[in-house]
């Protein structure tokens, strides 16, 4: 997909990336970039409300993979995916190897990724370097997609916010359940994907408030970092065919 991208003028992201970029920001919680796997609509199902199973090769998939090659390509360059390649010292007797990848700048792999999923939210808003997508990019903001064989009226609209929160993994049909949000005086409770990151929203909030995260229930796994977000609103990402009317404006936290 990252090809798609390198032969349109100036490198810009072809529709294609586009929409699968989006499959993975609706659901960004859900997918493993390791595993390339995630909790996603059972494929074999022809319920109304088809169930959620593990599943391999799903669109999130391809959609986060594509995202992060995206990233090092914008913040590197060709010597940054020709130079992401596996450490292969001898792995230490007392454990295992803990930099596996590098990558253009001598990052291991845990701070690129790290970078690149606080560029998700970043870019376009910090100045920082680190945390820059090509402006083509489309992470926030409405799009227009032509649907090739489909005819024009059936171009698809989609409304771009970045990562949305997490949902309730333990709702076997989770999209249809209320997103995870930090509220004032509240908690709130998920599970989470080994290999995944949890985009963590905050409904909005005029004085602010602080945000205190714990892991517990998985005492071999731990994770490198907690990352909240500022406020969203979950009517202000959607993907529907036009008219823009078919998504649900209804949507709340």
């Given at each position: 997909?990252?090809?798609?991208?390198?032969?349109?003028?100036?490198?810009?992201?072809?529709e294609n990336s586009a929409q699968l970029?989006?499959?993975?920001?609706?659901?960004?919680?859900?997918?493993?970039?390791?595993?390339?796997s995630g909790f996603d609509v059972n494929p074999l199902s022809t319920a109304t409300n088809p169930p959620y199973i593990f599943v391999h090769n799903t669109a999130g998939n391809y959609g986060q993979a594509y995202l992060f090659m995206r990233y090092i390509f914008d913040r590197f360059g060709t010597a940054g995916i020709v130079r992401l390649f596996a450490d292969r010292t001898p792995t230490p007797a007392a454990g295992a190897n803990v930099g596996p990848v590098v990558a253009a700048g001598g990052e291991s792999f845990?701070?690129?990724?790290?970078?690149?999923a606080t560029a998700l939210k970043a870019s376009g808003i910090s100045t920082d370097p680190r945390y820059q997508f090509n402006a083509?990019?489309?992470?926030?903001?409405?799009?227009?997609?032509?649907?090739?064989?489909?005819?024009?009226a059936a171009n698809l609209y989609a409304t771009f916010n970045g990562p949305r929160s997490p949902e309730d993994l333990t709702s076997s049909t989770p999209g249809?359940?209320?997103?995870?949000?930090?509220t004032v005086g509240s908690s709130a409770s998920a599970l989470m994907l080994q290999g995944a990151t949890l985009f963590f929203n905050a409904a909005p909030n005029a004085t602010g408030?602080?945000?205190?995260?714990?892991?517990?229930?998985?005492?071999?796994?731990?994770?490198q970092a907690i990352l909240v977000q500022g406020a969203y609103t979950d009517n202000g990402s959607c993907a529907a065919l036009q008219p823009s009317s078919v998504c649900n404006p209804t949507l709340t936290p």
């Amino acid at each position: 997909m990252l090809a798609e991208d390198l032969v349109q003028p100036g490198n810009a992201q072809s529709e294609n990336s586009a929409q699968l970029g989006f499959d993975y920001l609706y659901q960004a919680g859900n997918y493993s970039l390791t595993s390339f796997s995630g909790f996603d609509v059972n494929p074999l199902s022809t319920a109304t409300n088809p169930p959620y199973i593990f599943v391999h090769n799903t669109a999130g998939n391809y959609g986060q993979a594509y995202l992060f090659m995206r990233y090092i390509f914008d913040r590197f360059g060709t010597a940054g995916i020709v130079r992401l390649f596996a450490d292969r010292t001898p792995t230490p007797a007392a454990g295992a190897n803990v930099g596996p990848v590098v990558a253009a700048g001598g990052e291991s792999f845990a701070q690129l990724y790290a970078d690149f999923a606080t560029a998700l939210k970043a870019s376009g808003i910090s100045t920082d370097p680190r945390y820059q997508f090509n402006a083509t990019v489309a992470l926030r903001g409405e799009h227009f997609y032509h649907q090739p064989g489909q005819g024009g009226a059936a171009n698809l609209y989609a409304t771009f916010n970045g990562p949305r929160s997490p949902e309730d993994l333990t709702s076997s049909t989770p999209g249809t359940a209320a997103r995870i949000k930090f509220t004032v005086g509240s908690s709130a409770s998920a599970l989470m994907l080994q290999g995944a990151t949890l985009f963590f929203n905050a409904a909005p909030n005029a004085t602010g408030a602080t945000v205190r995260a714990t892991v517990s229930g998985a005492p071999a796994l731990s994770p490198q970092a907690i990352l909240v977000q500022g406020a969203y609103t979950d009517n202000g990402s959607c993907a529907a065919l036009q008219p823009s009317s078919v998504c649900n404006p209804t949507l709340t936290p």
